[in-house]
């Protein structure tokens, strides 16, 4: 009986994609052919593809490995996918990823990320360079930090970012970097050593280096240090009582300024990215990563929502848990945290941002004045930058995230003693 393959698998085959074994290969009937590229794109067998918005770049690979499941995802020139399963993200230039992935909603891995097998992501972003190693789970981070290839932040193996409490919240998303500093390129990378944990939300500054096989539950925003234990303390039992807080200030603050900087990100891409964005592949990619940065920031003032919720249990059994010299500070600041989520949010989530205005346009004159943007690429740009011409473009988006943060502490006064 003579087998004939499906119109959709013919016509991308016509089109050039190689398919060592398109009988294996699905194509959901929502996927728009149009946007799956001819040129260099190989999907190996077992490949299932869904979803109206994906989009295969020229030199994609799919499923070199294992089987790939992917579902509206947009992937840009010469990412390789070698199996697992990604849905609702999106993957720059040259991005690769080994078997045994799960990539859920929200994820952005810029130009160059590379990640080992079975690597776990959700609502994370990682800006160019940024290498993971396998078996990590490293949901709900920010990461930047590195110049190129060969000097960039780094994730050892085994590593888990922790980001759901005994509390049940998630209010918990890390900040390793920033995005003001971050976006240029210059600065120095980050290093979780492998066999460790990261409990968010935390945050810590370019040059961090944490030892292998740390649990590290404290900030270091200024970075440049080398984080490790220099014994262990003995074991502590303690009552625990659900639904109990203590002092929420660094927890709520960490929220605050990861917000903060996913705003600035957006305002990155409208402003920078979007200068990179001529083509339709180059459009679409563009169109899915503002997408991603929206989908992050809802989720976390979503969950920084939820926590405030919770604060009316935490109170009642703060006044009959919590000891006497504490108690008073502790819970004037859950109550105004409860009290003023509305004010809060209002100040957070305000459309107009013209924070650092001045500094964005002599920044972006810069990256246009004799057609520089058209003569090289996203990276090559970046890198290339006068530093004077860099720290112009950080003051101006560091500028957004204190207006900010600004705007939310002035809701929050006893969060800034």
Known sequence: MEMKLPETI???????????????????????????????????????????????AEGVQLGKEAPVVLDNCRLGRDVELSGGFFTDSVFLERVSMASGAQVRANCLLEEEVKAGHNVGLKQTILFPFVTLGSLINFCDVFMAGGTSRKNHSEVGSSYIHFNYTPN??????????????????KEAPLFLGGQGGLVGPARSGFGTVIAAGEIRRRDCPEGGRLLRSEGKKGAIEADFHPGLYGDIKRRVLNNIVYYANMCALKQWYI??????????????????????????????????????????????????????????????????????????EAGMTSPKISAGEKDRNEFIASLTEHGRVAATDYLNLLTSLDRKVSVRGSAWLQAVVDEITGKALSALPSFRD
């Open 10 to 56: 013919q016509m991308l085959l016509d089109r050039g994609v190689r398919m060592p074994h398109p009988f294996t290969v699905e194509i959901g009937d929502d996927v728009v052919p149009e946007r799956i590229a001819g040129s260099g794109v190989v999907i190996c067998g077992g490949t299932r593809i869904t979803g109206r918005k994906t989009l295969i």
């Open 168 to 185: 049940q919240d998630k209010a918990t998303a890390s900040l390793l970097g920033d995005v003001p500093r971050g976006v240029m390129l």
């Open 271 to 344: 402003h920078v990215r979007g200068l990179f964005s001529d083509g339709d592949y180059a459009q679409a990619l563009y169109q899915g990563a503002m997408e991603v940065i929206e989908g992050v920031t809802a989720e976390r003032m979503s969950r920084l929502g939820a926590l405030a919720e919770k604060m009316g249990r935490s109170i009642e059994l703060g006044h009959k848990l919590l000891p006497e010299d504490v108690r008073e500070k502790i819970l004037r600041r859950q109550c105004e945290f409860r009290e003023r989520w509305g004010e809060l």
